[in-house]
């Protein structure tokens, strides 16, 4: 079975850089999608970003320019990094194992970064 | 990007009735969509994909339809265990974009 385990820093200040990292247990790490998803306190779910099967990545328009999305396959790991936060970046982050037919199958547990001077 | 908006926002229903969720899309995702149940500190959990294929091990209570633009969750009979906020999400184009969420409360 499948397990996602996530981490990163909670509490950010304004203009610092938001890391998290995913790793993957008990499952291939080639051949799936890789994505980050967040929500913000309260709200829908909004995607971030995705790094496929290929390392083609893609992300939202809305964060691009402050966006990274890595991939590390000898420790089975995926990560991302979100730069100049702001309070609006404060969310639950969720990284996801997905395929070509289902975009989010497996899902870490959520990291809640709160964005605060 | 490809706007989904999701109808009702807020579903009031009793154990036992049958409760559709209607997703729109605002161009043409052919069957690129699922539904995801999330419930209150827990991440979502993916119900069906391609539309109209449930994931496995999804009760039969769940069933997707429609294509193109216009979409379906529909719950057979409602158990206590699906009040929850439902979201449709389509990965036809990026960026993947979800709906609102709908929430099914008693």
């Known amino acids: 079975q499948v397990q996602l385990q996530q981490w990163g820093a909670g509490l950010l200040k304004p203009s610092e850089t938001l890391s998290l990292t995913c790793a993957v247990y008990?499952?291939?790490?080639?051949?799936?999608?890789w994505s980050w998803i967040r929500q913000p306190p309260g709200k829908g779910l909004e995607w971030i970003g995705a790094?496929?099967?290929?390392?083609?990545?893609n992300f939202n328009p809305s964060l691009k320019s402050r966006v990274t999305i890595s991939v590390d396959t000898s420790k089975n790991q995926f990560s991302l990094r979100l730069s100049s936060v702001t309070a609006a970046d404060t969310a639950v982050y969720y990284c996801?194992?997905?395929?070509?037919?289902?975009?989010?199958?497996?899902w870490g547990q959520g990291t809640l970064v709160t964005v605060s001077s | 990007d490809i706007q989904m908006t999701q109808s009702p926002s807020t579903l009031s229903a009793s154990v036992g009735d049958r409760v559709t969720i209607t997703c729109r899309a605002s161009?043409?995702?052919?069957?690129?969509l699922a539904w995801y149940q999330q419930k209150p500190g827990k991440a979502p959990k993916v119900l069906i994909y391609?539309?109209?294929s449930s994931q496995t091990g999804v009760t039969s209570r769940f069933s997707g339809s429609g294509s193109g633009t216009e979409f379906t969750l529909t719950i057979s009979s409602l158990q206590p265990d699906d009040f929850a906020t439902y979201y449709c999400?389509?990965?036809?184009?990026?960026?993947?974009?979800f709906g609102q969420g709908t929430k099914v409360e008693i």
């Open positions: 790094i496929n099967h290929s390392g083609t990545i």
């Open positions: 391609k539309a109209s």
């Open positions: 999400q389509q990965y036809k184009n990026y960026p993947w974009t």
């Open positions: 161009q043409s995702v052919n069957s690129w």
């Open positions: 008990g499952g291939s790490f080639s051949g799936y999608y």
């Open positions: 996801t194992r997905g395929s070509l037919y289902i975009p989010s199958l497996d």
